[in-house]
C-alpha cells in the first residue's frame, strides 16, 4: 500500500493533536508555522471535532521561532516578570479573536 506526503502530513497533525488536547484539555488549538498553511489537514482534523475551533496564525512562517526562544528564555532563564495586558493578549484567555 502507497502512502502519499499529504496521507502523511494528515496522520502527523491529528497525532500531535490528540496528544496536545490530552496533555491541556483545551477547548481550541492554535496553529503556527509552516505546516500550519496545510489546508487539508487543517479542515480534517476540524472535521475530526477534537477541538471546537482551530486558530491558524496567518502569517504562519518559521521565521518567528528565533523571536520566541529568545523571548522565552528572556522570561525563564534571566528571570524577567511576564507582563500581561489583559486587553491586548488574547492567546492564554481560551476566547477566539476575531
Given at each position: 500500500?502507497?502512502?502519499?506526503?499529504?496521507?502523511?502530513?494528515?496522520?502527523?497533525?491529528?497525532?500531535?493533536?490528540?496528544?496536545a488536547k490530552?496533555?491541556?484539555?483545551?477547548?481550541?488549538?492554535?496553529?503556527?508555522?509552516g505546516?500550519?498553511?496545510?489546508?487539508?489537514?487543517?479542515?480534517?482534523?476540524?472535521?475530526?471535532?477534537?477541538?471546537?475551533?482551530?486558530?491558524?496564525?496567518?502569517?504562519?512562517?518559521?521565521?518567528?521561532?528565533?523571536?520566541?526562544?529568545?523571548?522565552?528564555?528572556?522570561?525563564?532563564?534571566?528571570?524577567?516578570?511576564?507582563?500581561?495586558?489583559?486587553?491586548?493578549?488574547?492567546?492564554?484567555?481560551?476566547?477566539?479573536?476575531?
Open positions: 500500500m502507497r502512502i502519499t506526503i499529504q496521507q502523511l502530513h494528515d496522520e502527523i497533525v491529528f497525532e500531535m493533536a490528540v496528544a490530552k496533555m491541556t484539555g483545551a477547548k481550541y488549538l492554535c496553529l503556527a508555522g505546516s500550519a498553511l496545510n489546508s487539508v489537514s487543517n479542515g480534517k482534523l476540524l472535521k475530526k471535532g477534537i477541538f471546537e475551533n482551530i486558530w491558524i496564525q496567518p502569517a504562519a512562517g518559521d521565521a518567528g521561532g528565533a523571536l520566541g526562544t529568545a523571548l522565552a528564555a528572556y522570561h525563564h532563564i534571566d528571570d524577567f516578570e511576564k507582563m500581561i495586558d489583559i486587553v491586548t493578549d488574547h492567546l492564554n484567555d481560551g476566547k477566539a479573536v476575531g
